[in-house]
């Protein structure tokens, strides 16, 4: 059985796209605990990702014997600061104008566990660049991509209408997303084959 940490639709999307057979189950874990605890240890957005992913897929497989679990989460670095999902609307209006002509990182953790034992873990980062852009223009897109954004860290979706705050980007298209969907297939293949020849 293969089972996904996350509630996180767009990454549940991914993995119907590439035909895998799977169950959804949100973790239930204080990702600002897990995220400080990180920073104490290593100042580092890429560490704090991988840390998140395999919390979550631990708070799962604690409780799916035999199961291969996925964790996945991603951080949003801008300079030395983290930004999270935004709280509401205008918490996403204050993210988006922070991030308005600057370059930031997004850090991609993603971890397969099974009985507590982390199988493989790794993190992608890619890099974007926003165009400088007004406060009328950040509304726009705001208005065109309604509650959705509450769910993406940083306040935006490439896959949506905030693309056209973009100026460049750099780096997989998936773990942009929040999955590094190519190296966690070749690492299904790796410790979990059955799972992808012969779908449960």
Known sequence: M??????????????EQAGLVFLARPARID??????NALAAVPDARDVALNLAVAKAADISATEPGAVVIGADQTLAL??????????????????????????????????LRDGEVLWADVH??????????????????????DRILASVGGYRL??????LFEAVSGDYFTILGLPLLPLLGALRHHAPELLDHPQ
């Open 2 to 15: 293969l089972i996904l940490a996350s509630q996180s639709r767009t990454r549940h999307t991914l993995l």
């Open 31 to 36: 990702e600002r605990a897990v995220e400080k």
């Open 79 to 112: 300079g030395t600061e983290l930004l999270h999902k935004p709280a509401s609307r205008d918490d996403a209006a204050e993210q988006l104008m922070r991030l308005s002509g600057k370059t930031h990182r997004l850090h991609a953790g993603v971890a397969l």
């Open 125 to 146: 980062s890619a890099e974007l660049t926003m165009r400088a852009f007004s406060k009328a223009e950040c509304e726009a897109i705001l208005a065109l991509e309604g």
């Open 159 to 164: 896959e949506g209408p905030s693309i056209r």
